[in-house]
């Protein structure tokens, strides 16, 4: 017992040792490594910015896509807020959201992927922050349909206890509602192993497929999307809205909310209704009709 | 009066006025125009034509914590008339709002700013109007500022809001809406000194002024944010230390806007040769300080192009430092593994006889 103690103290020394040898490297000999690839880099930017127009006129992909991801902490005294600084934003958002790993859309279509309809663009987006594409791009008929809808975690893709039921507030859940079909009398999600498989052999394998190939298998892995996906009164609606509020923790007051007068209302007459006048006194009202009005 | 009714009215007296500390907080929003109805909802966004992600969600609760809270979104947004709404034009930070300058009553503008970031360094035009190289990379005012949110005096409480309810009640002996009580008192308090912290300050800056190719493009020679980061101020203001100069509390002459920022060869500007032993010797820094103190190089940067003598000098201790502790740690480790396996032999000697 003596020595097997002695061991581990003299391994956990070894181990202190090393600690100290990376510290010391990192503040002596690291530090002059840093300047020299800094002076290299800053004689790389000077042979750059003889080509003033190309810098100024193209951006480039670190620029473009890579830049723009800092994490700023406001520091108020009473508390610390974290954001995301998204460069030209103004407001302050205050959540975070983490990569949703469990869906296979995503890897091709991004986390916010709706932009055709100008009118329905971001709020399908903001929907799809909590609600798996599946849920209202395919419409199970018949024997597939189950009515069984359940949260996964965004981080690791496994079902998970609803975060309305445990009180995270909205917009910081972090999981989505994904829908349950009926294969051969068996509950499965809609996102099935076999699905995920071939979507991620296919990203895989892309580059090396041929342009058949691809579509193909894009074919495959939207056979079971449909034309017409579910639409806003699908849900919001009092007689029999698609998704099970209740079963997915909604309370009763959030369940109103969304059947409420004023989201139905507001879906309803989303291209009718105007900034009051009351906002604008003086000016007439010159009947311009608003430009999604449809 | 029974004693039981003056109980009563006594306890209901205290919740109304519980009701008038409480209840203003949730009720500064300017949402007139109801927009919150939509922006109200987290995730709401979009990825515009340029590849930017367009944020339109709108966090009410922090939202009226900042300096824009009474300030109807239309008075920002004025493009936006009706609903629903074209995608928005850019925000001019210089039209006039609704808001009422009370001291000239006339309705509020950011144009004075303007003004002043016009004759500063930070202009993208010379003295002769011309554009300087590069004008883009001048900063309008979203570079630098995103909504400042309200920071009230008594910074030292922790957990709430640092607002003295003693305070509020002197307000009300005299002003009778509280949430012009709360607007005001925030507003005040926040602006009696700086609005964020060194750190999100040199932060602001350091986007720019540590940033090689802006540094290239612009002639500077050092890392400001950087260097400044490595002296005694910047390892205070790491620690959120609230007393320590900042960037603009040097390059800012003392009473002049933050924006008025000049150059150092300007003779005006604070950090010039012949000003910058005031800055110093400011009576809340170091009042007794000769101008010899400024002097020291606050910038000074382990950077050879900067300066050889010091980056060598620097180089020779590191080098003695590093040449006598790394050794010193690698024998230990190794007598440490030799008490750990203390009869391993990776290569075996050969016999002499063989």
Partial sequence: MKTFLSKIYIIGFMVLTLGFMALIWKVTFHQIIVEYQNRKKSEQITDMRKEKERLSADPTFQSAIMEGEERVKHYLGYRVLEDTRIEGHFHHIDFNVIPDKGSYCITCHGDIPHDKSKELRAFANMHASFIACQTCHIRLEGEKRTGVFKWYARGTGEITDSPVKEGVLPGRYQAKIIPFENENGRLQRMDNPERMLFAAEFKKKEPELSELQKTKARKIIHNIVSKQPHICEDCHQQQAPILPFKELGYPEKRVNAFISTEVIGMIKNYTKFYMPRMLHPGQADDGSTPSGDK | ?354
């Fill in chain 2, 1 to 354: 009066m029974p004693k039981a009714a003056c109980r009563f009215l006594v306890t209901l007296w205290g919740f109304i006025c519980l009701f008038l500390i409480c209840a203003p907080s949730v009720s500064f929003c300017a949402d007139i125009g109801n927009c919150l109805l939509c922006h109200k909802y987290p995730g709401l966004s979009r990825v515009d034509e340029n590849g930017k992600l367009r944020l339109l969600y709108i966090n009410e609760a922090i939202f009226n914590t900042s300096m824009h809270a009474k300030v109807k979104c239309e008075g920002c947004h004025p493009d936006i008339q009706k609903i629903p709404h074209d995608p928005a034009k850019k925000v001019d930070c210089l039209i006039q709002c609704h808001i009422v300058e009370p001291s000239s009553e006339q309705k509020f503008s950011h144009k004075d700013v303007a003004e002043f970031l016009k004759k500063s360094v930070h202009s993208p035009l010379d003295a002769d109007g011309k554009p300087k190289p590069f004008p883009e990379d001048f900063p309008d005012c979203k570079k630098c500022h995103d909504n400042p949110l309200y920071r009230p005096m008594s910074f030292n409480k922790m957990m709430l809001p640092g607002i003295s309810v003693t305070a509020l009640g002197r307000c009300r002996v005299c002003h009778k809406k509280d949430d012009f009580i709360y607007q005001f008192y925030n507003h005040v308090t926040t602006r009696l000194r700086r609005s964020r912290n060194p750190k999100n300050i040199a932060e602001s800056c350091a986007r720019c002024h540590d940033n090689p190719i802006l540094m290239k493009r612009h002639n500077l020679s050092t890392k400001a944010v950087y260097s400044y980061g490595e002296s005694f101020h910047g390892k205070a203001a790491t620690f959120l230390d609230e007393r320590i100069p900042d960037c603009l509390d040097c390059h800012v002459n003392p009473g002049e806007s933050v924006h008025q920022m000049l150059g150092y060869k300007n003779p005006q500007s604070a950090v010039s040769a012949q000003n910058k032993g005031r800055i110093c010797a400011n009576a809340e820094c170091h009042p007794s300080a000769t101008p010899k103190m400024a002097e020291y190089k606050v910038h000074a940067e382990f950077n050879l192009n900067q300066s050889p003598v010091r980056y060598y000098f620097t180089v020779f201790f590191i080098a003695l430092t590093g040449g006598t502790l790394l050794p010193l740690m690698g024998i230990i480790f190794l007598d440490c593994l030799r008490r750990l396996f203390p009869n391993t032999v990776l290569i075996q000697r050969k016999k002499k006889h063989e």
